[in-house]
Every structure is written in C-alpha cells, then in structure tokens.
C-alpha cells in the first residue's frame, strides 16, 4: 500500500492559474541552504515542482533562476525567464508568471 502525504499548507500560500491550483513559499535554494533563497511552487498532487531562484549567484556559480524538477507540462531542467518575469520583490503576480510559462511551454499539457 503506498500512501501519499498531504501539503502542508503552513507558511504557503495558495494561487489558481489556468484554473489549477498551486502552492508557493519562500525558502532555502537547495544548492545554497545558508544564504540564498528561492521561490517553491508546487501542486497540490505533487506532481508540479519548481524552483525560482531570487539569486543568480549560488556557491560561487551563475544559475538560471528556474529549476523544473517535476512536471507534466513543460520538460524537467533548468530555463531563463523573459526580463518580464523577473522582479525585485515576490508577488502573487510573479508567482503567477513564472507557473504561466510553465504552463503553455507545452500546449499539449496546458489546457
């Protein structure tokens, strides 16, 4: 029998895009755990994971700020986003940006 967790919804908030529901916090990057911070967006499933890194800098490397490492609908890896999409302060609405992109990457998934 496999069970599967549930979100927990402590310290995240919730959004909707494209009628689909996410969750998202501000936490540590994975490949910086001391200093930088990044941007979580999951699913409720678990089945969408990104990270948007708030730092381009992380252990003396430049990154791309975002990490797909789950998800249906564009290809797992890393991607630069448009100078449009990159803001200074984290809002619903960069959130809500950065999981658009994701979403029509790949039309067949985004409907």
Known sequence: ???????LEKRKRKIVVNNKE????????PYDK?????VHIISPTKDFLVIYRLDFVTEGSIFPKLEVIKSSYIEPGFYNLNENV????VTPKCVSEIISFCLSNNSNFAE
Not at 1 to 7: F, G, Q, R, T
Not at 34 to 38: G, R, S, Y
Not at 86 to 89: D, F, G, P, T, V
């Open 1 to 7: 029998m496999v069970m599967k967790l549930a979100i």
């Open 22 to 29: 996410f969750y998202w916090y501000i936490g540590k990057d």
């Open 34 to 38: 001391i200093f930088a911070k990044a």
């Open 86 to 89: 990159l803001e200074q302060e």
